[in-house]
């Protein structure tokens, strides 16, 4: 009896779809609960490995090597540092698959090329609006929009939570916003405290008591908030 796998040949673009294929299932989410992983991030996601795999076309995942690697991330770099890393984040995931499946041996050492270190990526300025900004913001925003601008702002909600909010989230628990477990980025249940001038804004909103507080794509939202 042996437990040494046999690596198999597999031309990186075949397994790149194959692992997209694999993953597919994930972004599905049945009634009522939601998707282990969002069509947003899949999407870039994989546009990230089919890069990588047009880049070594004739070759095979068995045959890559840190200077494969190199080569790569050198040729992203019209991108930015956090770009950069995110591919990174990516290769070293469809690694890491890749040895689940054969294709890689468990001893391949990619992971310690140079290549794949995280850089430490410049941060911008944090931009802000003042108080008085923020309130021509809400007195100008219109329906729904108020109240997700009014949440985001004053409860420091992410965009994603946000759209996945319900009113019945807002009132549930009195002076709180609950965030559950299958709408928090972290998967974890928690409550936000509504401070008072949250709960001035929200007000006018009391005569919903459910549906989703504002029904629009990531994208959609973004583009209102940029038209206000």
Same mark, same amino acid.
């Given at each position: 009896?042996?437990?040494?796998?046999?690596?198999?040949?597999?031309?990186?673009?075949?397994?790149?779809?194959?692992?997209?294929?694999?993953?597919?299932?994930?972004?599905? &989410?049945?009634?009522?609960?939601?998707?282990? =992983?969002?069509?947003?991030?899949?999407?870039?996601?994989?546009?990230?490995?089919?890069?990588?795999?047009?880049?070594?076309?004739?070759?095979?995942?068995?045959?890559?090597?840190? &200077?494969?690697?190199?080569?790569?991330?050198?040729?992203?770099?019209?991108?930015?540092?956090?770009?950069?890393?995110?591919?990174?984040?990516?290769?070293?995931?469809?690694?890491?698959?890749?040895?689940?499946?054969?294709?890689?041996?468990?001893?391949?050492?990619?992971?310690?090329?140079?290549?794949?270190?995280?850089?430490?990526?410049?941060?911008?300025?944090?931009?802000?609006?003042?108080?008085?900004?923020?309130?021509?913001?809400?007195?100008?925003?219109?329906?729904?929009?108020?109240?997700?601008?009014?949440?985001?702002?004053?409860?420091?909600?992410?965009?994603?939570?946000?759209?996945?909010?319900?009113?019945?989230?807002?009132?549930?628990? &009195?002076?709180?916003?609950?965030?559950?477990?299958?709408?928090?980025?972290?998967?974890?249940?928690?409550?936000?405290?509504?401070?008072?001038?949250?709960?001035?804004? =929200?007000?006018?909103?009391?005569?919903?008591?459910?549906?989703?507080? =504002?029904?629009?794509?990531?994208?959609?939202?973004?583009?209102?908030?940029?038209? =206000?």
């Amino acid at each position: 009896m042996t437990t040494v796998a046999t690596v198999k040949r597999k031309a990186i673009a075949e397994a790149v779809e194959e692992f997209i294929k694999a993953d597919a299932p994930r972004t599905k &989410a049945a009634e009522g609960q939601r998707a282990q =992983l969002s069509t947003r991030y899949t999407y870039t996601r994989d546009i990230r490995l089919r890069r990588f795999a047009k880049t070594f076309a004739n070759t095979a995942v068995c045959d890559l090597s840190k &200077a494969h690697l190199e080569a790569f991330i050198v040729s992203l770099g019209d991108f930015s540092a956090k770009t950069r890393n995110h591919y990174r984040a990516t290769v070293q995931q469809f690694l890491k698959w890749s040895v689940r499946r054969d294709y890689l041996p468990t001893t391949h050492r990619l992971n310690e090329a140079d290549s794949l270190q995280l850089e430490h990526a410049n941060t911008s300025d944090v931009l802000f609006y003042t108080p008085k900004e923020f309130r021509a913001l809400l007195e100008t925003a219109d329906g729904p929009m108020r109240g997700v601008l009014a949440i985001g702002g004053l409860a420091s909600l992410r965009i994603a939570e946000l759209l996945r909010l319900d009113w019945s989230d807002v009132w549930r628990i &009195a002076g709180h916003i609950e965030i559950s477990s299958t709408k928090s980025k972290t998967r974890q249940r928690r409550l936000v405290e509504m401070c008072p001038a949250l709960a001035a804004w =929200l007000a006018p909103f009391r005569i919903f008591e459910k549906g989703k507080i =504002l029904d629009a794509t990531k994208d959609g939202f973004q583009d209102q908030a940029v038209k =206000l």
